[in-house]
C-alpha cells in the first residue's frame, strides 16, 4: 500500500464498463437514462489501547443504470462489469420504470460537465498505512492517563472515483475523497462502573488536514475530559427544560429533523409538513438553513450530484421563512423549478434520489457567555450519539454529554439523556444563535433514507438557544 | 436461483489464491443476491433490481488475523482484497490468543427459509404489489400521505477454507416498510408498518392497517408524572431484547464487554425469560451454516432468567474452552464490509400463555407501547441504558386503554428491566435477529 496501479486498473476498467453501458443505453430507445460507474475504496483502522486492533480494507466496483420512461424511475445495477450482466441491469431499469406509476414526467434542468478533485493535504491514496497509524498514536497518547481506563482510536476514509453521463449529455467526473478521525475514552466511574465519550472530526480532507483543534491530541484532549466529567455525571432530568445546543446537536437537527423535510420528493408526496408552506414563517427570526455542496472544512464535497447537475446552495429557511427546497431533476420538473444538485446515492446499488449534501444553521449575533446568560437555567445539549426523526416533524436524539446550565454558567455534567420533540415546535423555540458557525461530518456513519445508507454528508451550526425543550433522562421528575 | 456450486467453486479459488500470495491459511467467503425492491412514494416511484455479489477474505499470517473485502469476484478485485488482507494482518501485533481460522465440522444445520414465490417472482410483480398497498392508503379520503416500500430477495452464500470448510446455502426475505399520515384540521398523526419476513408478505388489509394505526392516534394526552409500568408490543421489545442479543456473545464475554460475563449459572433476568438461539424455527437470519462455514444448532441461552450459556464462533469457543455454536454472522450489509462477528441467527424468548390485550387487561397504571419506538441505534448494548422516544404510546388505567399519549420518552436500562418482566405475551414479531414477543416491564422513566 499504496498500490496506484492497481487502482488504475480498475479505474480504466470501469471507465470501459461506464462506456460499454452508455452504449446499452442509448441502443434501448428509454426516452431517458443515466449511467453510473463507481470505485470505491475503504480503509478502516482501530487503534484499541495503544495495539493495533482493526485493519480493514473494502474495494466497491459497480456500475448502474437508471431509465425514466413516463415519470417513473427504474434503476439496475451489476457488480460484473461485463456486457452481459449490464444488459440485465439495463432490462431491468427498462421493466421496472414501465410496471411503475406514470406521471408524465422528464427530468427538468441541462446537466453540464463537471470534474472535481477534493483538495486534500496527504490524501490517502498517497498515504502509507503508518502514516495512518500515526495520527491514531497521536491521539492515543494524548488521551491516556489521569482517570482514563481505556482509549480507542479510530480512522476511516472512503475515496474513489464516480462517472455519470446522461442521455441529454450531462457529464461528471468526480473523485470523492472522505476521511475522518475519531477518539472514544474510557474513564472509571466513582463505584466501579465506567463511562464513555468521544470526539471527532471529518470531512473531504487528506491526513495533514488533520491539525489545529482538530489534531488528533486536541480531539483526544476532549475525549478524555468528556469522559472524565461522565464518570462523575448524574442522571439527567426527564421534561420539559430551557437548553443550549452545542454546534453538532444544531447540524444534527438542521439535518436530520430539518432537511428531510426539504427533500421535494417528500414534498412532492405529501410526506413531509412543508408542502405548501414556501414562504410561510415557520420559525423564529433567529433560523437561517441552508444546504450546500461545497461548505468549506468538516463538510462533505459534492461538486455535482449522481445526475450530473452541478452542486449550488439552496436556502431553505431565510431568518424564519421557508425558502427553498432540495431537487433532484425529476423532482424540480414536477414542481417547475431548477434541480438544485441534491440527487444523491450512496453507492451503484441505488438510484438518486432527493438527499442533502453539507446542512447548517446560520450565525447569528450571541457569544457563548450571552447564549447560557439567555438560557439562564436549564440544559446544556451536546452532539448525538444517534437517533431518529420522522417525517411529521418528530425526532430523538442520544446526546453525547449534557451538563445543567445553573445562573448562566455550565455545571455539572449529566449522562443518559436525549432530545425529542417536533421541529416545527422546536424551531419557534429558538430563542438566538452564536456566532460560531462549525460544520462536521463522520466518515463512520452517515445519513439514512429509504435503505440508502449511510450517505456522507455535513451537517452544523452555531449554538442555538431554546426556550422550551424535552428532555428525556432515567431521573422520572414530577412536574 | 443462484448456482451454490459456482459460488463454492470461486470461494475456493480465493481462498488458495490468497495463499498462495502468502497466507497462512484464508478463507472466502463469497455472497450472491437477487433483489427487487418497489419504493412508490406519493405519485413518484423508484424502483431497483440487480444480481450482484462480493467476496469477503480472512487471512492468518503469523497468528494474526487480517480482512477485506471486495464487491465484485472479479480477478483484479479479488487480488485487491488478498493484497489488503494480507497488508492488515502484517499490521496487527501478535495477538494473546493466535488467530485461526474454523476447523471443517461434519454435518449440515437446519437449512434456512426459502420461499419460491419470493426466488421466482419477476421484479415487476414488487412494483405491482406495493402499488396495490399504496392504492390502498392513497384511497382514503383523509389521507395527506402513503409510501410504500417493498423488497424481496433471494440471497446465497458460500464458505471455503485452507482448513477444508466448504459450506453453501440459501435463503429468501422480504422486507415491507408502509407509512401514512392522516390530518384532522391542522393535526397530522402517522401509521407505519414494518415487517420483516423469510416468506413472501401477506400483503393484505397492510394498506388500511397503517390508516387505522394514524386514525387512533389522535388526541394524545400528557403523561402523569413518575416511572411507569411499560407494556411493549412485539414489534417495539425488540429496544429491551437488543442489548440481550448483545450479552449472549461469548466474544463480547471474553472481552469483558458483556453484563453476563462470570455469570452462567446465576439468574441475569426474570424468571419468565427462557430463551434460546433457535435457526432450527427458520426466522431471523437462520442459514444451515454461519459465516464462517459451521453448521448452525439451536443453543439455550436463559432458562428461567438462569444464564445456561454463550454463543460462540471458532476463536471464542477456543479461548473458552468448548465448541463453536454456530454463531459467526457477518451482519452488516453488504456482507463483505466486515468479518463476522458472534451473534444470534434467531434469538427467540418463548412466548407466553397471554395475548398481548389481555396482559394490558391486568394493567393497574400504565403505558402501553406499540408499533414503533424510536431510538434503537442509540441504545447502549454493553451497559443496556436506553433513551426511546415511542410516537404511539397510551395511557392504561384500571385494565382499559384510556386514550393515546403525546409523543412520550422512556428511558432505563433495558438489562435491568429484563429483570422487572411482569409478564411475557403470546404474540411475536420477527426482527432482524430474532423472533421477539411483547414484555410488560415494571419502573421506566416516562415524560411527555
Not at chain 1, 88 to 104: C, T
Not at chain 1, 109 to 119: F, L
Not at chain 1, 216 to 229: D, K
Not at chain 1, 263 to 287: N, P, T, Y
Amino acid at each position: 500500500m499504496p498500490r496506484a496501479a492497481d487502482d488504475e486498473a480498475l479505474a480504466d476498467d470501469l471507465a470501459a464498463a461506464l462506456d460499454r453501458a452508455a452504449e446499452l443505453a442509448r441502443a434501448s430507445g428509454a426516452p431517458h437514462w443515466e449511467v453510473r460507474a463507481e470505485l470505491l475504496r475503504e480503509r478502516a483502522l482501530v487503534l484499541d489501547n495503544g495495539q493495533v486492533r482493526d485493519v480493514r480494507a473494502n474495494t466497491g466496483l459497480g456500475v448502474g443504470v437508471r431509465v425514466v420512461d413516463g415519470g417513473s424511475s427504474g434503476y439496475g445495477y451489476a457488480t460484473d462489469l461485463g456486457g452481459e450482466a449490464l444488459r440485465q441491469a439495463l432490462d431491468q431499469a427498462l421493466a421496472l420504470a414501465r410496471a411503475g406509476p406514470r406521471p408524465g414526467l422528464m427530468p427538468a434542468g441541462k446537466p453540464a460537465r463537471t470534474r472535481d478533485r477534493a483538495p486534500a493535504e496527504g490524501h490517502p491514496r498517497d498515504a502509507a498505512l503508518d502514516d495512518r497509524l500515526d495520527l491514531l498514536r497521536r491521539a492515543h497518547g494524548a488521551a491516556a492517563g489521569d482517570g482514563i481506563h481505556h482509549v480507542r482510536c479510530q480512522w476511516g476514509e472512503a475515496w474513489g472515483r464516480r462517472l455519470v453521463r446522461t442521455s441529454d449529455g450531462g457529464e461528471a467526473d468526480l473523485e470523492p475523497l472522505m476521511t475522518g478521525l475519531m477518539v472514544v475514552a474510557v474513564a472509571r466511574a466513582e463505584g466501579g462502573g465506567l463511562a464513555s465519550n468521544l470526539d471527532h472530526a471529518g470531512g473531504a480532507r487528506g491526513l495533514r488536514d488533520y491539525r489545529g483543534d482538530e489534531a488528533p491530541e486536541a480531539l483526544a484532549a476532549n475525549a478524555a475530559r468528556h469522559a472524565r466529567e461522565q464518570a462523575r455525571a448524574a442522571k439527567a432530568p426527564a421534561g420539559r427544560t430551557r437548553a443550549l445546543v452545542d454546534p453538532v446537536l444544531a447540524g444534527v437537527l438542521a439535518h436530520e429533523s430539518f432537511g428531510h423535510l426539504a427533500e421535494h420528493d417528500l414534498v412532492d408526496a405529501g410526506w413531509s409538513v412543508l408542502q405548501g408552506r414556501e414562504g410561510e414563517r415557520l420559525a423564529s427570526e433567529a433560523v437561517t438553513i441552508t444546504d450546500g455542496g461545497v461548505a468549506g472544512p468538516g463538510g462533505v464535497r459534492v461538486a455535482a450530484d449522481e445526475e450530473a447537475t452541478p452542486s449550488r446552495p439552496v436556502t431553505l429557511v431565510d431568518r424564519g421563512v421557508l425558502r427553498g427546497f432540495l431537487h433532484s431533476r425529476l423532482t424540480a420538473a414536477a414542481a417547475g423549478a431548477e434541480p438544485t444538485g441534491n440527487a444523491r446515492a450512496v453507492d451503484h446499488r441505488f438510484p438518486p434520489v432527493c438527499r442533502m449534501r453539507n446542512t447548517w444553521f446560520g450565525a447569528g449575533d450571541l457569544s457563548l457567555d450571552e447564549a447560557l446568560e439567555e438560557v439562564r437555567d436549564g440544559v446544556y445539549a451536546c452532539g448525538s450519539t444517534g437517533g431518529e426523526s420522522r417525517s411529521d416533524g418528530g425526532f430523538l436524539f442520544a446526546l453525547t454529554r449534557a451538563y445543567r446550565i445553573e445562573r448562566g454558567e455550565v455545571g455539572a455534567p449529566l449522562k443518559e439523556a436525549s432530545i425529542t420533540g417536533n421541529i416545527l415546535e422546536t424551531l419557534r423555540h429558538v430563542r438566538g444563535a452564536g456566532r460560531d458557525v462549525k460544520l462536521t461530518s463522520a466518515v463512520t456513519g452517515g445519513c439514512a433514507k429509504w435503505g440508502q445508507w449511510p450517505l456522507f454528508v455535513g451537517y452544523g451550526g452555531p449554538h442555538l438557544v431554546l426556550d422550551d425543550a424535552l428532555l428525556g433522562g432515567q431521573e422520572a421528575r414530577p412536574r | 436461483m443462484i448456482d451454490l456450486d459456482a459460488l463454492l467453486a470461486t470461494a475456493d479459488r480465493a481462498a488458495e489464491r490468497a495463499r498462495s500470495a502468502g497466507a497462512d491459511e484464508a478463507e472466502a467467503h463469497v455472497w450472491a443476491s437477487r433483489e427487487a425492491e418497489a419504493n412508490v412514494v406519493g405519485r413518484l416511484a423508484s424502483s431497483r433490481a440487480s444480481t450482484s455479489g462480493g467476496l469477503g477474505l480472512r487471512v492468518v499470517v503469523g497468528a494474526r488475523m487480517g480482512h477485506a473485502g471486495a464487491w465484485s469476484t472479479g480477478g483484479k478485485a479479488v487480488g485487491a482484497a488478498i493484497a489488503d488482507a494480507l497488508d492488515a494482518a502484517r499490521a496487527l501485533p501478535p495477538p494473546k490468543v493466535p488467530a485461526s481460522l474454523a476447523d471443517p465440522t461434519p454435518g449440515r444445520g437446519p437449512a434456512g427459509a426459502f420461499d419460491a414465490a419470493i426466488a421466482e417472482a419477476a421484479p415487476e410483480q414488487v412494483v405491482r404489489e406495493a402499488r396495490g398497498v399504496a392504492a390502498a392508503i392513497a384511497a382514503a379520503p383523509d389521507a395527506r400521505f402513503g409510501s410504500v416500500l417493498l423488497q424481496h430477495a433471494e440471497a446465497a452464500f458460500a464458505v471455503a477454507s485452507t482448513r477444508g470448510v466448504q459450506a453453501a446455502d440459501r435463503g429468501t426475505f422480504a422486507r415491507l416498510f408502509a407509512e401514512c399520515r392522516i390530518a384532522r384540521g391542522a393535526e397530522q398523526r402517522t401509521g407505519t408498518d414494518h415487517r420483516l419476513a423469510r416468506r413472501a408478505l401477506d400483503l393484505a388489509g397492510a394498506g388500511e392497517g397503517v390508516l387505522a394505526q394514524a386514525r387512533g392516534l389522535f388526541g394524545g394526552e400528557a403523561l402523569p408524572p413518575g416511572p411507569h409500568d411499560v407494556v411493549f408490543d412485539a414489534a417495539t421489545s425488540i429496544a429491551l431484547f437488543q442489548p440481550l442479543a448483545h450479552a449472549v456473545s461469548g466474544a463480547e464475554a471474553a472481552e469483558g464487554r458483556s453484563a453476563f460475563a462470570g455469570k452462567v449459572g446465576q439468574r441475569v433476568a426474570s424468571p419468565l425469560l427462557t430463551v434460546r438461539d433457535a435457526p432450527s424455527a427458520g426466522g431471523a437470519r437462520s442459514a444451515a451454516f454461519d459465516d464462517e462455514g459451521t453448521p448452525s444448532r439451536d443453543t439455550p441461552l436463559l432458562e428461567a432468567g438462569v444464564l445456561r450459556g454463550f454463543l460462540h464462533d471458532a476463536r471464542s469457543a477456543r479461548r473458552s474452552g468448548t465448541s463453536s455454536t454456530g454463531s459467526a454472522l457477518r451482519t452488516q450489509e453488504p456482507k463483505h464490509r466486515a468479518p463476522p462477528l458472534v451473534a444470534p441467527m434467531d434469538l427467540r424468548p418463548e412466548p407466553g400463555p397471554e395475548a398481548l390485550d389481555d396482559l394490558v387487561a391486568q394493567v393497574e397504571r400504565g403505558v402501553l407501547v406499540r408499533h414503533y419506538v424510536m431510538g434503537l441505534a442509540s441504545i447502549n448494548n454493553v451497559t443496556g441504558d436506553l433513551s426511546l422516544a415511542a410516537p404511539a404510546a397510551w395511557w392504561v388505567e384500571r385494565g382499559e386503554v384510556r386514550h393515546p399519549l403525546r409523543p412520550t420518552t422512556v428511558a432505563g436500562n433495558a438489562l435491568r428491566a429484563l429483570g422487572d418482566v411482569v409478564a411475557v405475551a403470546r404474540e411475536t414479531s420477527q426482527a432482524p435477529f430474532g423472533t421477539l414477543p411483547g414484555v410488560w416491564v415494571r419502573g421506566l422513566a416516562c415524560a411527555t
